[in-house]
Each structure stands twice: as C-alpha cells, then as structure tokens.
C-alpha cells in the first residue's frame, strides 16, 4: 500500500510527521511526502504522487487562516482537491484545521494533531477495510473534537 | 439494474440504509454501497461506483452541519457531484440534508428518512420510467418536506 | 433540426410544455424532452439530451427557490450547464425563473410563459439564423420583463 | 490574423462595433462575430469561435446588470471565459461593464466604448506584439477610467 | 531549468523584474516571460508557458484591487491557476499582492517585491530541492510579512 502524505510550509503544525507517524501504526505502507508552500498548492501536489509517484491515495494537509482572505483560499484549494481526484478515480483525504477552530496556538497544536491522526485512520480504512466505514455510516463521526454521534426519532 | 448508494459517516441518521430499503421496493436492483468520512469525499466515490462498480446511477446521501464553513463544504461536494455526472454521462441524485432544516434531532432523522426514500422513487424514474417524471414536470414536487404544488396565472 | 428540453418536477409551472409550444411556432423542429427532479440534474439531462439523443441545443429550464440555499442551487446549477456547453461545443440556453422574481404565484406562473417563450425564440435564432440576433447587438433585450434598451451617450 | 468578437443582446451599448472598429485600426484583420443572449451564452460562444471559426483570440463583450443576480451571472461568465481558455490554450479578453460602474446611461455608453477599444488594442499586442505589453508590465494600465500608475517604495 | 513568469499590466509594481532577478540569484535558469492585461488572463498565459514554451514552473504575479469586484476577480483568477496546474501537472507559484494589504503605495511596492522575491525562492525549491521544502513543513512561514512560526502544544 502506497499513500502520498501533502502538507504546506504555510501550516504552522507538522501535520505531516503525525500522518506518517499514525498511517505506520495501522498498515505497512510506504509514504510518498511532498511539501509545499501553501493549501492552494496542494491539488496538483497530490496529482503528481497519485500519477507520478504511485501512490493509492493522497492525504491533504493543510492549516488556513482565519482572515476572509485565507477563507477564500481554502475553498479554492478544496475544489481543486475535488477535481483532482475526479481526474484520478482516487481518494484525497483533506485534513483541514481552521486556525480560528481554536481558542489559542497550544488548542490550534492539539487539534491539528488529533484530527489528522483520525484522518490517518480513516485513509487506511478507505483503502483496506472499506466495510468498516459502512458499519459507521450516518453515526455522526467528527475528525478532532467529539463526535456529533447519531440522531433519532 | 444496478444503482450505487454512497453515503457518509459524519451524518447522523443511516440514510444509506433508507436509501438501499426504497430502491429494493421498487425495483428489482443489483446495490454497490460506499461510505465514506464526509460530503467532500462523494463526488470520487460517486463517480468510482460508476466507472469500476458499474452503477448506471447513484445516490449521493449528505448531512452538512449548521455552520458557516459546512455551507461552503456542501457547496463544494454539489459542484464535484455536478462535474462527476458530466465526466461519466450518468444521473448522480443528490440528497442532503441540512442540519439547520430541522429544529430538533427528532426532526432531523424524520427528515433525512423521507426525503432519502422520495429521492429513491426519483432515481428508479431517471432510469427505468422517465415519461413517469415527465408528467410531473412543473408541478412543484419536493423532498421531504410537503410539496410546493403548481403556480397558477 | 433537433433541440432537447430539459425542465424539472420542483418548478411550480409547466416551463417545458411552453418551451415545446412556441419551438413549434417558429421552426420545423423535432424535439426530445427530459424532466429530472431539480435545477442540479440539469446540466448532465442537457449533456446526455445532446450526446446521446442528437440535440443541437438545449432549453434548461428551471425554476428556484427563494431561500439562501437555493440561490446555492441556482449558482451550482449554472456553472455545470456553462461547463455542459463546453464541453459539447452547443448552446444551452438556460431559462431560470427566480420565485423571489414574482410578486405572487400569478405573476410567476405569467413571467415562467413569457421569459420560457422569448428564450425559445432565441434558440431558434442561434441555430437557424444568427445574423438576427448581431442586429440586436446592445440593445438591451430582457426576456420575460420589458427590454431595457440602448443607453446612448 | 482572425479574431472572433462574441457579445450579447442583454448589453445596452452595441460594444461589438467598437470592437471591430477598432481592430481594424491597429491591424490587418478578419473579423468573426457572434452575438448571444446574455453573458452565460458567451463562454461557448467564444470556444465555438475558436474551434470551428477558427479564430486565434476573442473578445467576449458583455455588459452584467446591477443586481446581486447578475453579479452571480458575471462570476459564472468569468470563470467559463478562463475555462475555455485553458481548454483551447488561447486568449480570451473579456471586456465586462458593469451597469453600477456609471452613474447614468451617458458614461455607461461612453465607458463601455472606451473600455472595448482599449481592450481591442490589448488583444492585437497579445497576438502580435507581447513585447509591447512587457514594457508596460507592472505600470497600473487601467481600461476604460484612468490608470492607477506604479506604486514606488 | 526553464521557468515562466507571467505577470499584468494592471499591477502597480514591476514584480516580474523582481522574480526574474531572484530566480536568476539562486539557479542557473532560463527565462521565458509573459505580460498580459489582467490577473484573469494570468491562468492561460501561465499553460501556455507550460505547453508551448517548455517551461517546468511558473510564477504568476498580479495585483487584485481592493474593490469587492476585484476581489471576485482574484478569486476566478485562482481557480483557473490550479486548474491549469491540474490539467498539466506543473506548479504554478501564484504570488497576489492585494492592494488592501498594505497601508500606502510605498509599503505596497515593498511587500510586493518581497513576496515576490520569498516566493521565487520557493519556486527554485520545489524544482531543484523539494526536500528543503520538507524541512520547513508545519512551520508557519510567510511571504512577504513576518513569519507566523511554530504553534506548539
């Protein structure tokens, strides 16, 4: 199994060590990194390690900022990561922290973590155990803070 | 027939369960069932299930959270659902659910149920009865919710 | 010559049985119509209308909703029908009616005719007679309410 | 050299005219026009210019109304303009006035004139002489009302 | 190495010289340049860098105004850059200098060539050493003003 970790020099958590460092928990898997300044650079990132370095599948991480500016870059960056995997019949898990989900840098470092290990998690079930996800479905997961869990009648 | 169900762990009632339930009532149909962690991850998986699990349609099943940044990602899943359906020539019938559409979670499973059971019937008319939709044409249909009905001069 | 009509079951009036109507007045036309639940299903009912039923144009005719969301819809709805157009190289002409445009269900369903009637005259003209439509040039046409007209320095 | 010119019927000043007019000026060239109903019409319009009429660059000439609707068309039309580009790999120059750039119909009609020969003669450097607008990169070139000029540290 | 810069006539600073000057500071590499009207020309103009003149990067350098219509603009301008990306798997460097950012004329032709300069940085790195870049990932770098740095737990 080879999966591509993309980040940004932008973020200001390594988001990436703690993907590489949880998708090895889970599978025997060989990374593909690749660095880039910021989100909007991501999709033909994870593009070239889907078409040109192999890889399954690409996780996207990335830390925009809370300014109506930055706001805008993250839902062009996300598009694109739509678009990419349209163009590669691949999955590309975003793992996006907003700075502003947080009420301080030390929140911003642990939800920056959190989230992206449960993304780890949910890539390598995407790839291997895909029916564990369907065992999931409509429960209300959150990736980071606590699950919404589901709702009834 | 075969009708593909994707649908996502991050809503909160099973509508993929509903979904698959509908369609078995009104047609003798082959299912392929995705789920994956949120809306964003629909557009590829709608559009694998028809290019290597040959769907001839599917049902893209969502619930977007109330906020601000939900609205933009269910804006960004509608555009991928949209292009996916125009890269494979196939209906990909989106159904999302709005958390802020109801005032409880009572309601909100309530409408998640009936809307993704309405949105099957549609499905089974894109493919095997489209004249039947045609006599609805203008008429003011709606999912979940009590119909529109006609305007009149 | 062949156009397809593209309408819905959620507007609240008959836009395809005018569309179809008024072709008739102004062309030996043969037509091929598809009616699909909402505004989003358009843009791949125009694109399979013209791949795979032989249309040279398209009518999409839509009507939506006055809320927020469906303002969302309208724009999704929009940018898949431009991109429909793209990559067939053939003209849809898009014919929304907005809700909020009418001051009741009357003067809706009267503005649905007239704007569903006008636009039809002008898909005759772009595929028979384009040379009508350049001596129109700037000159402020509307479809449905009264024409602008020129402005003059 | 063939350049296409693609307006609309919507516009309230015949933009096309100046245009032609004053390609000719500043170059040897043949003219191809189409005229369509509105802004949305032009995005394939311009690709059909290119790829069936031929042309090396268009002008796409529209006029968006002062509506937060038709700045929604606007955005629409602009995004189907860059498309078509990049699915052509040639210039499309878009010349759009708004109608709240004016504040009555004289300036728009003389905006409108002024913008669309200024943006006429854009399109001749890019064909003929991209050097010319090297020399003026980065100097506050404005079309239509006066340029903003260099910004100096 | 051969690398594109496109830039505009719109923008107020020269900021294709100052990439040209810091390519050349840091690699032995070939230039080929482009200067088109406006930021919305930028995406075709940084393809065709790509696919006709052979480049392996691109800079795209512009100067959205502060107006909400330019800010639109910059937003079309963006997608159709990652577009162009996605449909040639090259980078293009988008280096935007918004008006509003900076508080006169003088700061803003600082922080434009600063940015731009930190970027052609950035741009050398991703060619000739992406492992640099890798080095930095998750450290809050900046372009133009001070770096954010580290958030740490």
Redesign the interface.
Known sequence: MRIGVA???????????FAVDELKKHASVSIE?????GI??L???C??LI??RGCELVMALG?PGAAE?D???A?????????????T??????VFV?EDEAKD??E???L??RRTRE?AV?AVK?LAS?QA??R????????GFPD??????
Do not use: Y
């Open positions: 980040d940004t020099t932008f973020a200001r958590v390594d988001m990436g060590k990194r690749a660095t880039v300044p909007k650079d999709p033909v990132a593009k070239k078409e040109e830390m500016k706001r805008v870059c839902h062009e960056a996300s598009q694109g990561i739509i678009l990419a995997q349209l163009m019949n691949r999955h590309i898990v975003e907003h840098a030390r911003l470092a642990w920056a973590e993304h949910n995407l895909p996800l369907t999931e479905a409509g429960t209300g997961q959150r990736q919404a869990g589901p709702a009834r009648e």
